[in-house]
């Protein structure tokens, strides 16, 4: 290397060009290392021909990656070496370790500059990366974002409110459920009351709520005061639901008696008393027997095949029964329902009961009120709760 | 005493009409009590001579003792008039 003048320079960027074999033309092309190499001019270039330095500009200059000498040479000519000098402002290749910060531009750090995988976890700021930033996309094999369990708590995804002091979690069922199902949400929201259920296959679908299911509508007690019939009518038993249950339940009886229920098409102005009601009642008896009561035609369902026995005071005689009514708004079929349930009979023996009738006429009426009361005197305490019943 | 109703959740007092109507249906209940009385005492019946059927059968000699007390039960409700009278009535023992 050439001795300096000064401070020497601590890095450079000097390149030896690869040897050239001359023959008679004024032109050779200029390589590094197999590769084509242009200098940035004649000036950074020293050039020994036949061990004689030459000038600049006057006996060569460079055109691209050739060097063209003022003169043709001959193949006895020999070129001893060319040496670039670096180029214009040029430093070289920088030491390991010396290029701080400070020495890179803001943002000249291209996507090139940056190998494949090389960002880690720890490069990128806690809560840093923006939605802007995300692109979750799916694929027919891979979900676009998988919330994934560290090994004892099950994967979840949390919803959180505006000021994210509170949130929302959707959870994943345990290891343990072995689960791996897909729910396909509906392809609208649905309307007013509407519950979301499956095909079985995990599409969704909205669909009214209680289908199938009992629900209550209403209970009244009576926790004090006698009274002598305990009705529903049209506030409750509505088209929204098509079969009702009344669950009957602890109640007792101020006289020895037997329970009725009688049914009304005009919202309970009149309670149908015709010879009409059809029936069949039967109690199995803690002494072994039974009773049945049945007929083909009296002014009332009798729901108890034997009489219920007065409470009295202090009481353990009390009574439980379930009715269920089919589709009474029907005006295509009669009334018709199914009463099971317990007593204690007047001759103070457990009773097991069931039974079922129909009302056999005005099978084109509505009914839309419904009675219970006894042959004789009131009912006493207990709770009456009317259920409706979707399909 | 007036009667009272519980329609869905409201107690309401009977009306005049309704007060006529329930006494009416209580006296026709109270009315048909012997009657009542009178069937269930014919069911009962009918159930205890079910029972002994099989000893009338044509392969079997009835015992005077059976023979009796099936008759006694087919006479059950003889001179039975009255309610009184049939909640007294007593079905005759079983022969062994």
């Known amino acids: ?54 000038n600049p500009e006057t006996s060569f200059n460079i055109v691209g990656s050739t060097i063209v000498f003022s003169q043709a040479l001959t193949s006895d000519d020999v070129i001893d070496y060319i040496l670039v000098l670096g180029d214009t402002l040029s430093v070289g290749t920088p030491s390991d370790a010396t290029v701080s910060t400070a020495k890179i531009v803001d943002s000249a750090v291209t996507t090139a500059k940056v190998n494949d995988s090389a960002i880690t976890t720890a490069k990128i700021n806690n809560d840093a990366v923006d939605k802007d930033k995300i692109n979750l996309v799916s694929t027919s094999s891979s979900a676009g974002l998988e919330v994934k369990g560290d090994g004892s708590s099950d994967g979840y995804l949390q919803l959180n409110c505006s000021q994210n002091s509170h949130g929302i979690k959707l959870k994943s069922p345990p290891h343990s459920a072995s689960a791996s199902y897909t729910l396909t949400f509906p392809n609208n929201d649905g ?38 019939n305990v009705t529903f009518d049209s506030t409750y038993i509505t ?10 339940s602890n109640f007792e009886v101020s006289a020895d008696s037997y329970f009725y229920m009688r049914i009304s098409s005009d919202n309970g102005s009149n309670f149908l008393s015709a010879n009409n009601y059809k029936y069949a009642s039967r109690s199995y008896k803690s002494d ?8 083909n035609g009296t002014g009332e369902f009798r729901l108890t095949a034997d009489q219920m026995k007065d409470g009295g005071s202090p009481s353990d005689h ?27 009979s007047s001759t ?32 006493e305490l207990g709770s009456y709760t009317l259920y409706g019943r979707k399909i | 005493m007036p009667r009272y109703k519980l329609v869905n959740q409201e107690r309401i007092q009977f009306t005049t009409e309704e007060e006529a109507q329930r006494d009416q249906e ?41 023979t009796t007390y099936r008759q006694q039960l087919r006479d059950a409700t003889n001179g039975l008039e009255t309610v009184e009278d049939v909640e007294a009535y007593e079905f005759p023992t079983k022969p062994e």
């Open chain 1, 318 to 344: 009390t009574s439980s029964i379930i009715i269920d009514i089919f589709d009474p708004l029907n005006t295509n079929t009669c009334f018709s329902a199914s009463w099971r349930g317990f007593f204690t």
């Open chain 1, 348 to 379: 103070s023996l457990a009773c097991g009961l069931y039974g079922g009738g129909f009302y056999d006429g005005n099978a084109s009426s509505s009914f839309n009120a419904i009675k219970l009361f006894l042959n004789s005197g009131n009912l």
């Open chain 1, 191 to 228: 309307n007013a009351n509407q519950v979301l259920t499956t095909d079985g296959s995990g599409v969704l679908s909205f669909a009214d709520a209680g289908g199938g299911a009992f629900e209550k509508l209403v209970t009244t007690n009576i926790t004090s005061g006698a009274v002598t």
């Open chain 1, 1 to 54: 290397m050439v001795g300096y003048i000064g401070k020497e320079p601590t890095v450079g960027n000097f390149i030896k060009l690869d040897s050239i074999t001359t023959s008679a033309t004024t032109t050779f092309n200029l390589l590094n290392g197999g590769v084509a190499y242009s200098p940035e001019n004649a000036r950074v270039c020293q050039v020994v021909l036949n061990g004689v330095l030459q």
């Open chain 1, 288 to 295: 072994s027997t039974t009773n049945s009561q049945g007929s």
């Open chain 2, 26 to 66: 209580e006296a026709d209940w109270e009315a048909g009590s012997f009657d009542r009385k009178i069937e269930q005492l014919r069911k009962d019946r009918n159930k205890l001579l079910a029972e002994t059927d099989y000893l009338a059968l044509s392969d079997n000699t009835m015992s005077e003792s059976m």
């Open chain 1, 239 to 248: 088209s929204t639901y098509r079969d009702y249950r009344i669950i009957c």
